[in-house]
Structures are given as C-alpha cells and as structure tokens.
C-alpha cells in the first residue's frame, strides 16, 4: 500500500470549522474501517484522535469528529481554537503494515 | 502511569549499526503488540515495523525500506523492545518513537517521546 494522501495544508479562524480529507483507494480506506486521526504538536509525539473511521479516545474533545465517504476519510475540527494548530496525519492498517498519509498542517489564524 | 521511554539514538556513519531500546512501564508488556515509527527531521510520520506479543506468536513485520536492515525484538523479562538497526543510509535519519496499542485495539495509542538517529559521514 502507498501513503495516503492528505493537503499540505489547511487554515481556518477561531470558532470556525475545518475539515481534512485523507484519500486512499478501495483495498484500504475504501474497503475497511480502519482509519485512524493523529495530532502532533511540533517536537511532540503523535496523539490518537480518532479510531474506527469516526471513535474517539476518552479525553479527546468532541469538536474532532470522523467521517468516510468512498475511498475518503475527513476529519473535521468544530470551533477552531488556538492549541489546534498542529500537524494532522490520517493513519490506516492491514494484518501485516500500517502506513500514514503525508500529514496537513492546520494553522488557525 | 503508563510509560514508554526509548533510548540509544546518537550519530553513526553511514553503513554503521545502531541499537535502539524502548523501556515499557505501567502495562503488561509481555501481552503487548509493540511498534516502531519514525520521523525524517520536516517530514511526516513513517511506520518501521512491528513485533506481536509471544502470546500472538511473536512475530515482526517490517515496512520495505527497512526490511532485511532492521530487526525488532523484545525482552519481556526486562519489559523492553528493541530494534537493532544494521547497513545504516542517510535517509534513515529521524526521530524513531516506540509505541504500542494498549486501550484501542488496532490503533497505536501509547507512545514514547522518541530517540533521534542521525546518520551522517
């Protein structure tokens, strides 16, 4: 399986929504739920945001939400704060290899 | 409190071998499906490889840059991973985090703060 592919970037003002597409074909994000969304502020470690397509962990904010629509995952952020900006990648797994897409970096202006 | 604390990354030339250790606490280690991921430095995240607990049969799967190079292995007497990094390029400079899937099954949700490998002449 290749990356996933997400937009390099995206931005939004506070209080505004955003969303993130992560595309990927019919053998992976089309054909299972496995998709997954993580967070990562600079010089920190990736944070799980959301699992099963559209889950969230406990603790995890409910302005993050999930989605999928064909071969596209989305991962929408409601009520865009500051401590949102961070870089964003969708993630996906089969029996035997995860892989990730590129990664969007969200800047809320 | 649930811990992963990896360590050995350093500078080594290219061709050179490297070692790298995650130390595991505040889980059951031994059941655990551990993982290793990396960062090239302004790039994004790459999955390295992963090994099953000895339960599950204990076996790895490596993503294709770094198959037949690295090998991950675990001492679950000593509650650590380890990945032995062997024929070292340039292009494997990164920030390589342990992490493993402790509350969601199938998705990585613990991770270390990482351990940086530089790999330069």
């Known amino acids: 399986q290749s990356a996933l592919t997400q937009p390099a970037s995206v931005s939004g003002s506070p209080g505004q929504s955003i969303t993130i597409s992560c595309t990927g074909t019919?053998?992976?994000?089309?054909?299972?739920?496995?998709v997954s969304w993580y967070q990562q502020h600079p010089g920190k470690a990736p944070k799980l945001m959301i699992y099963?397509?559209?889950n969230r962990p406990s603790g995890v904010s409910n302005r993050f939400s999930g989605s999928k629509s064909g071969n596209t995952a989305s991962l929408t952020i409601s009520g865009l704060q500051a401590e949102d900006e961070a870089d964003y990648y969708c993630?996906?797994?089969?029996?035997?290899?995860?892989?990730f897409g590129g990664g969007t970096k969200l800047t809320v202006l | 409190e649930v811990q992963l604390v990896e360590s050995g990354g350093g500078l080594v030339k290219p061709g050179g071998s490297l070692r790298l250790s995650c130390a595991a606490s505040?889980?059951?280690?031994?059941?655990?499906?551990m993982s290793w991921v990396r960062q090239a430095p302004g790039k994004g995240l790459e999955w390295v490889g992963r090994?099953?607990?000895?339960?599950?049969?204990?076996?790895?799967d490596y993503a294709a840059p770094v198959k037949g190079r690295f090998t991950i292995s675990r001492d679950d007497s000593k509650n650590t991973l380890y990945l032995q990094m062997n024929s070292l390029k340039t292009e494997d400079t990164a920030v390589y985090y342990c992490?493993?899937?402790?509350?969601?099954?199938?998705?990585?949700?613990?991770w270390g703060k990482g351990t940086t490998v530089t790999v330069s002449s």
């Open positions: 505040g889980f059951t280690f031994s059941n655990a499906w």
């Open positions: 099963d397509v559209s």
């Open positions: 019919s053998s992976d994000v089309g054909g299972y739920n496995y």
């Open positions: 992490t493993t899937v402790l509350y969601h099954i199938g998705y990585m949700d613990v």
């Open positions: 993630s996906s797994y089969t029996s035997s290899s995860t892989f």
């Open positions: 090994i099953k607990s000895k339960t599950d049969g204990g076996t790895t």
